[in-house]
């Protein structure tokens, strides 16, 4: 006799992670990468190495991250670790990334005047940007991928851009003018492929 497939779905499913090695992934991910690029770093510990969630899931909350107020990593590091964990995987991812940098400009600012006109810390930084500028833009390219295969993505970037690089419109007035256009078009699709 076979298990229901609801019941093999749930014995498939990824444990849920402990608290502890959430904080040490996102304290790792607040340490050791410079320059921006954070969300290439996470997408690459969460999705890839880990499969912690998969990629529409992450790219989900990418996209919620950035239309929230506040910093998009940080928004995008709580998303992940209320999804993996509740409220407490949010305070641990959130704490986790932000303690080494925190930490690490104290300690960088107290020293700056001492080590800003050496010039390898200049190509130091200037390296890492550059890596991390190659991780974000792996990123990009895969939400690209995934968004340009219906029709309504493409109108939705296609009218933000028109309306932020073209009409001078700002981002905020784009985002409620076009968002719900976007999920309107979004839903309907989805619910003509569920009766299809």
């Known amino acids: 006799m076979t298990e229901p497939d609801s019941q093999r779905g749930l014995a498939e499913a990824p444990a849920r992670p402990p608290l502890i090695q959430l904080f040490t992934v996102f304290l790792n991910i607040g340490a050791f990468s410079f320059g921006g690029g954070l969300t290439g770093w996470i997408f690459r510990e969460v999705v890839t190495a880990r499969r912690w969630m998969d990629e529409e899931d992450f790219l989900s909350g990418l996209a919620l991250s950035q239309i929230l107020p506040g910093a998009n990593v940080t928004n995008l590091s709580i998303y992940i670790g209320q999804r993996l964990r509740g ?17 690490a400009v104290l300690a960088f600012y107290a020293l700056y ?63 409620i003018i076009v968002a719900p256009l976007s999920v309107a078009a979004s839903w309907l699709r989805q619910r003509r492929a569920r009766h299809a």
């Open 87 to 103: 409220a407490a995987g949010s305070i641990v991812c959130l704490i986790g990334l932000l303690m080494a940098p925190f930490f």
């Open 113 to 175: 005047d001492q080590i800003v006109e050496r010039p390898w810390i200049h190509a130091a930084l200037d390296g890492a940007a550059a890596a991390a500028i190659g991780l974000l833009g792996a990123v990009s390219a895969k939400a690209a991928q995934r968004a340009l295969a219906h029709w309504e993505s493409v109108a939705a970037m296609v009218a933000t851009f028109v309306g932020v690089g073209v009409l001078h419109s700002s981002l905020l007035t784009t985002v």
